[in-house]
């Protein structure tokens, strides 16, 4: 091929092939056998390799530069990687490589099949799912996986958390993020994300789920499955676009835990129905606001420019669905579920993998995550985790020259800077309600500690803390390895039949 010599076919049966040179006058020709009847392997009998027929023969068109020869030749190039070359990049691989001139179409058909070669096809995912799951659930302890069926037995639903991503979740905040993203594959779906944040504000997956789309009874099946591995309490806050569909599935769900609103998804909608980007500054002071009074300061500056603005977030969306300070549960300083949505488009490139080589992606880059975390984690030599320190320092600094005085033995009134405080330090509030919300103590907390003589460390929640980090990414995330290694058992085995 590389040379342009073109061939043909002179023989092909199941014993025997022979091929020969397009050219009829030129002795470059092959004959090979099966070494025995019954093998299915074939050896060269016979090989004339000089090509003798004229260069105006030589066609860089190759006929056997099939996309199945071209997806055989270039499937290394997408071993370990999740993207690997494009339909051009393939017509430069062919070219370069083989000496063949290929068409974009063929190019694009030679990496689909070559995707096929090492991650399988769709068809063939579905099938070894059952196998997958119980594999992965064997080598990662407490791992709990769902397959939804529907009548016929073909692939409904699917749902993945890791163990230690479960027992991992007692050293989060209890604040998850739910969002959804479209999947690009064969058989199109949704994969949804249930995600929470650790102590040093990076995303800490929870559960996983592949769907139909994001419908009420997609919504509501996964979040029963996510339901009985992380619970439902009052101090659960779920975070969510206003999708209808998300929404009536919580309520449905969750009795317990509290519902809020992506403020980043509601200033979409704000841009969108109303025209007025110029007042987002103000919107989004009001989402922060730590105090119900600042709160109505900033919203009677949208209302005196856009009472209908005013309007929407108060009566259709509700004040306690998207401000901090309304919201009725803890969410702490998670205001959006932008970690989530940064979380899906680390997999853009994997969406359009059948469903077990998505998962497997998934699966290495928590396994990296956690190691990668594990290593800083135990290498933290300050008391809380690196954003948290680095957020924390600035304010022993603001908390220098503040008059603290006692008021009884737990509470002080700290004054100077813009605002006064009133500081509990046994229930841990502060009247600047930044302490209360966030969990960290604000500058009047820790004016108040010092003059307590009580070490402000003592009163930072412990979901900032080092040992919490390193307790949260103390355990690994173990891979399937290839299927050869699998061990089955029968009765999993007999149920890889989820049709497509």
């Given at each position: 091929m590389k040379g342009n010599f073109e061939f043909r076919t002179r023989k092909s049966n199941r014993s025997l092939w022979v091929i020969e040179c397009i050219d009829p006058n030129c002795s470059w020709r092959l004959r090979a056998s099966k070494i025995v009847p019954e093998s299915t392997k074939f050896v060269i009998r016979k090989y004339v390799g000089v090509h003798c027929c004229s260069l105006l023969n030589r066609n860089a068109n190759h006929r056997q530069a099939t996309y199945?020869?071209?997806?055989?030749?270039?499937?290394?190039?997408?071993?370990?990687?999740?993207?690997?070359?494009?339909?051009?990049?393939?017509?430069?691989?062919?070219?370069?490589?083989?000496?063949?001139?290929?068409?974009?179409?063929?190019?694009?058909?030679g990496r689909k099949h070559a995707h096929t070669l090492i991650r399988g096809s769709p068809e063939q995912s579905f099938h070894i799912l059952p196998s997958y799951f119980h594999?992965?659930?064997?080598?990662?302890?407490?791992?709990?996986?769902?397959?939804?069926?529907?009548?016929?037995?073909?692939?409904?639903?699917?749902?993945?958390?890791?163990?230690?991503?479960i027992r991992g979740f007692c050293y989060m905040r209890k604040v998850v993020e739910i969002d959804?993203?479209?999947?690009?594959?064969?058989?199109?779906?949704?994969?949804?994300?249930?995600?929470a944040q650790d102590g040093n504000g990076q995303c800490y997956p929870l559960a996983w789920g592949i769907v139909d789309s994001e419908n009420e009874d997609a919504?509501?099946?996964?979040?029963?499955?996510?339901?009985?591995?992380?619970?439902d309490t009052d101090e659960l806050a779920l975070i969510s676009d206003r999708a209808p569909s998300i929404k009536k599935a919580i309520s449905i769900v969750f009795e317990k835990a509290h519902h809020g609103a992506c403020a980043w998804h509601v200033a979409q909608n704000i841009k969108n129905k109303f025209k007025c980007a110029d007042i987002m500054g103000s919107y989004w002071s009001a989402v922060n606001a730590y105090r119900c009074e600042d709160f109505a300061g900033y919203m009677t500056k949208i209302s005196h420019r856009y009472p209908r603005v005013a309007e929407y977030l108060e009566n259709e969306v509700g004040f306690e669905k998207w401000s901090r300070c309304h919201y009725p549960g803890l969410r702490?300083?998670?205001?959006?579920?932008?970690?989530?949505?940064?979380?899906?488009?680390?997999?853009?490139?994997?969406?359009?993998?059948?469903?077990?080589?998505?998962?497997d992606v998934i699966q290495e880059k928590m396994s990296k995550w956690w190691n990668d975390r594990r290593i800083v984690a135990m290498a933290i030599t300050a008391p809380l985790t690196p954003s948290r320190e680095s957020e924390f320092r600035p304010r022993f600094a603001q908390s220098n020259g503040r008059h603290t005085l006692q008021?009884?033995?737990?509470?002080?009134?700290?004054?100077?800077?813009?605002?006064?405080?009133?500081?509990?330090?046994?229930?841990?509030?502060?009247?600047?309600?930044?302490?209360?919300?966030?969990?960290?103590?604000c500058v009047h907390a820790i004016a108040a500690a010092h003059h307590a003589q009580v070490s402000v460390y003592s009163l930072v929640s412990p979901y900032y803390t080092k040992e919490y980090y390193v307790l949260a990414y103390g355990e690994t995330i173990y891979p399937v390895g290839s299927q050869s290694q699998w061990d089955v058992p029968n009765e999993v085995s007999l149920s890889n039949n989820t049709g497509d």
């Open positions: 199945v020869v071209i997806g055989e030749q270039v499937a290394p190039q997408y071993v370990g990687v999740e993207k690997g070359p494009g339909p051009k990049g393939v017509q430069t691989f062919a070219r370069t490589k083989l000496g063949a001139q290929i068409s974009y179409y063929k190019a694009w058909r594999v992965l659930e064997k080598l990662n302890p407490g791992t709990v996986t769902r397959i939804e069926v529907d009548g016929e037995s073909r692939f409904k639903y699917l749902f993945l958390a890791f163990g230690v991503g959804g993203t479209f999947l690009k594959g064969q058989y199109r779906g949704v994969l949804l994300v249930a995600m919504w509501t099946w996964f979040l029963t499955q996510l339901k009985e591995v992380i619970g702490y300083n998670i205001t959006t579920t932008n970690m989530v949505e940064s979380l899906n488009s680390m997999l853009v490139n994997a969406r359009d993998f059948p469903y077990v080589a998505l998962l008021l009884n033995p737990v509470t002080y009134h700290v004054k100077g800077g813009e605002l006064e405080g009133v500081v509990d330090i046994f229930n841990k509030t502060c009247t600047c309600k930044e302490f209360d919300i966030d969990k960290l103590p």
